[in-house]
């Protein structure tokens, strides 16, 4: 309240102050650049336009005169002087003035070779007068940014004097133009054009710098041009621009020129002496505001410092103790009750609110009553959200176990439906259901997990890993497409079994989901030194840098779930799963252009129990995982190249009971229909049977 009334009188105070220095500065810098570069320049401009007269008369005669080369000296000599100068003037060069002058040092360092093609004869009249114009325009552009004085009517009269600058060395290119025309007797077209370009921006300057002047320093101007010397000059341009011939007495046109330049010459620089007498008197006044505006303004500033740090200690003291409360209140107490509600602790809104204490002003108790009420807001707010999230969880869990439960009946029709059926046709179309069925039970599942509840499949004895990969396979659509690679035989934890089962079957689900249907998708395993490593790899598209990092720290952190974020269900599954049992997930792009996701599956929950070894020439097929069964292997023969298992009879009975199972047939090309309906019948009855022999173990854990 006190501190911004103070920077805003300090502000303004500033603000004047800059205003007040800065024309100060300006006016010192034009000064320096007046004392350095504009003297130089001025001399500069002059040996210049000497060298290009007596240059251009060389080019028509093609002799090499000594005054030419003395000429030439006092230009360089000149310029000398005007580089020096530059370097003196420094900090007074502006950034905007900069490029100016390096671009007239580079016209001067052209002097050399513009001179050696008059000298040589490689330049015509026209030509090395052009050359030497451009060295003349980029000295004019430097006068244009010496004119920096602050006052509005003083940049205006300089201005308008720069004006009858330009137009002095107009007439100075016609002086030249035509006295090398006088010499030769006649004008090239090019030269007339020239001539007559001149001649009219010498009009258009002339007329604009008399605009700009004030009486006191147009007079003496109307009057030269009223002058004798002035309209003999006129009338001679004018011939020449008419007829294309130069002037018939050369005499006439040289004394009227340089009467003329004469006169000019000496009203510009008395103008010059005005003008600077002019930003004298602006300077004085100057300085005159730059006292008031620092000095008066200082002791204002001062003063209101001394008045407001008496109420501002006061002020300070009793908005820290509010400092105090807010922070206590944002950083230690609302997080702590957010906490306590994720722990599902029960919250009294009314003991929890307490109103902050603080003393001072009446302000200051208002402000701390409306914290206190935006307190009593939040956590209400958070209590009531606490409260949905609850019940949103228990929506998911109800609806979880209803689904459950009518899966299970399904389940039961099925295998009813399966025992019945021998049509190979009607028996793919239940297996098909079956695996659809199976699908279902694991979203079932998957909601269950989302509500924070386990579910309900637990295994008392380890599971071997591979039981646990093709029952996750199992519930996968395009189990087809994935293909299990040799891995170490190990058993993990029966009570994560389910869960570990579910965690691969949405990595692989989502592997198959996102490549290419024509593409295999490889799951590979392998203990390692701090447990058990399953990696999933599938040759999509990928995900970009920022996608692989924002997935890998959702899973290795998951969030609280969000009902408006469900583009990635079951990842965040997979988080949850993961989180539940220490494990660690990880995607990251694979050599195939695709994603590889590892699962690192710590060492407690892998025991030193070794999977069954299967009988032999057989090997271990995982069926469809069922609620409250443990997945069990079948014994078959192998997978033929048509895909269908051949169950191996009496496998599985005890060795009282078996007898030598029959010779495999012989193997064929090609089957026929009704081997191949055999092979539908075989692989329904092993499946009924294990099913059976599931449901029995699990019923007893």
């Given at each position: 309240m006190l501190l911004l009334p103070l920077l805003s009188l300090s502000a303004l105070w500033g603000f004047v102050l800059n205003l007040t220095v800065g024309d100060g500065q300006n006016l010192l810098r034009a000064n320096t650049l007046y004392q350095t570069i504009g003297v130089t320049s001025t001399d500069l401009g002059l040996q210049l336009q000497a060298e290009r007269t007596r240059s251009v008369a060389a080019a028509t005669t093609r002799r090499l005169t000594e005054d030419l080369g003395e000429q030439r000296a006092r230009t360089d000599t000149s310029v000398i002087r005007f580089q020096r100068a530059a370097v003196e003037a420094g900090d007074a060069?502006?950034?905007?003035?900069?490029?100016?002058?390096?671009?007239?040092?580079?016209?001067?360092?052209?002097?050399?070779?513009?001179?050696?093609?008059?000298?040589?004869?490689?330049?015509?009249?026209?030509?090395?007068?052009?050359?030497?114009?451009?060295?003349?325009?980029?000295?004019?552009?430097?006068?244009?940014?010496?004119?920096?004085?602050?006052?509005?009517?003083?940049?205006?009269?300089a201005s308008s004097l720069q004006s009858m600058g330009n137009a002095r060395e107009l007439i100075a290119r016609e002086q030249a133009l035509v006295g090398g025309a006088v010499i030769s007797g006649d004008l090239s077209p090019a030269e007339i054009t020239a001539m007559t370009e001149y001649v009219a921006s010498r009009k258009f300057m002339h007329a604009r710098g008399l605009a700009g002047l004030d009486v006191s320093l147009r007079q003496p101007y109307e009057e030269v041009f009223g002058g004798e010397a002035f309209l003999s000059f006129?009338?001679?341009?004018?011939?020449?621009?008419?007829?294309?011939?130069?002037?018939?007495?050369?005499?006439?046109?040289?004394?009227?020129?340089?009467k003329l330049a004469d006169q000019l010459d000496k009203i510009g620089a008395s103008s010059t002496g005005v003008i600077a007498e002019r930003a004298t008197d602006g300077a004085t006044a100057i300085i005159v505001r730059i006292a008031l505006a620092g000095g008066v303004g200082l002791i204002a500033v001062i003063a209101s410092i001394l008045i407001s740090v008496r109420f501002g200690r006061r002020l300070?003291?009793?908005?820290?103790?509010?400092?105090?409360?807010a922070l206590d209140l944002a950083e230690v107490r609302l997080p702590r009750l957010v906490q306590r509600l994720r722990d599902g602790d029960e919250i009294d809104v009314k003991k929890e609110a307490k109103p902050?204490?603080?003393?001072?002003?009446?302000?200051?108790?208002?402000?701390?009553?409306?914290?206190?009420?935006?307190?009593?807001?939040?956590?209400?707010?958070?209590?009531?959200?606490a409260t949905v999230r609850q019940g949103v969880s228990q929506v998911f869990l109800n609806l979880a176990r209803r689904k459950q439960g009518l899966l299970h009946r399904q389940l039961s029709l099925l295998d009813a439906?399966?025992?019945?059926?021998?049509?190979?046709?009607?028996?793919?179309?239940l297996f098909r259901l079956d695996h659809l069925t199976t699908r279902m039970r694991r979203h079932a599942e998957g909601l269950i997990i989302l509500s924070g509840a386990a579910p309900g499949r637990a295994w008392r004895k380890p599971v071997p890993v591979l039981d646990i990969v093709r029952a996750a396979i199992a519930e996968v659509e395009d189990y087809a497409r994935i293909n299990v690679e040799t891995m170490p035989a190990a058993a993990l934890d029966g009570g994560a079994a389910a869960d570990l089962t579910h965690?691969?079957?949405?990595?692989?689900?989502?592997?198959?989901?996102?490549?290419?249907?024509?593409?295999?998708?490889?799951?590979?395993?392998?203990?390692?030194s701090n447990g058990y490593v399953l990696e999933v790899e599938d040759r999509g598209?990928?995900?970009?840098?920022?996608?692989?990092?924002?997935?890998?720290a959702r899973l290795a952190d998951p969030p609280e779930f969000d009902l408006a974020d469900s583009d990635r269900l079951g990842l965040f599954v997979v988080a949850r799963l993961a989180q539940r049992h220490g494990l660690q997930v990880t995607l990251r792009a694979s050599p195939f252009s695709g994603t590889t996701a590892i699962v690192l599956i710590p060492k407690r929950l892998v025991t030193e129990r070794e999977a069954l070894p299967p009988a032999p020439e057989e090997?271990?097929?995982?069926?469809?995982?069922?609620?409250?069964?443990?997945?069990?292997?079948?014994?078959?023969?192998?997978?033929?190249?048509?895909?269908?298992?051949?169950?191996?009879?009496?496998?599985?009975?005890?060795?009282?009971?078996?007898?030598?199972?029959?010779?495999?047939p012989p193997p064929t090309t090609e089957r026929s229909p009704d081997e191949v309906r055999d092979l539908f019948s075989a692989f329904q009855r092993g499946t009924q049977r294990a099913r059976e022999e599931a449901d029995n173990e699990g019923d007893d854990s």
């Open positions: 060069v502006t950034e905007e003035m900069r490029p100016t002058l390096d671009a007239l040092n580079a016209e001067l360092a052209r002097l050399a070779s513009i001179r050696g093609d008059i000298d040589t004869g490689n330049s015509s009249r026209l030509t090395g007068m052009n050359e030497y114009n451009r060295v003349l325009d980029a000295l004019f552009r430097l006068y244009d940014h010496l004119v920096t004085v602050p006052d509005l009517a003083l940049f205006q009269q006129s009338a001679a341009e004018l011939s020449v621009v008419k007829t294309g011939r130069p002037p018939a007495n050369a005499d006439e046109w040289n004394t009227a020129v340089t300070a003291a009793e908005l820290a103790g509010l400092r105090t409360a902050l204490k603080v003393s001072g002003s009446a302000e200051i108790t208002d402000v701390a009553s409306a914290f206190g009420s935006v307190q009593r807001t939040a956590v209400e707010a958070a209590v009531g959200q439906m399966q025992r019945r059926t021998h049509d190979p046709d009607r028996l793919d179309e965690l691969v079957a949405e990595l692989v689900e989502n592997a198959s989901i996102y490549s290419s249907p024509e593409t295999a998708v490889q799951v590979r395993g392998d203990l390692v598209l990928g995900l970009s840098p920022q996608e692989y990092a924002e997935i890998n090997e271990p097929l995982e069926l469809p995982s069922r609620s409250s069964r443990r997945p069990k292997p079948l014994a078959v023969v192998g997978l033929p190249n048509d895909g269908l298992p051949r169950r191996v009879r009496q496998a599985n009975l005890p060795a009282q009971l078996s007898k030598p199972p029959d010779p495999p």
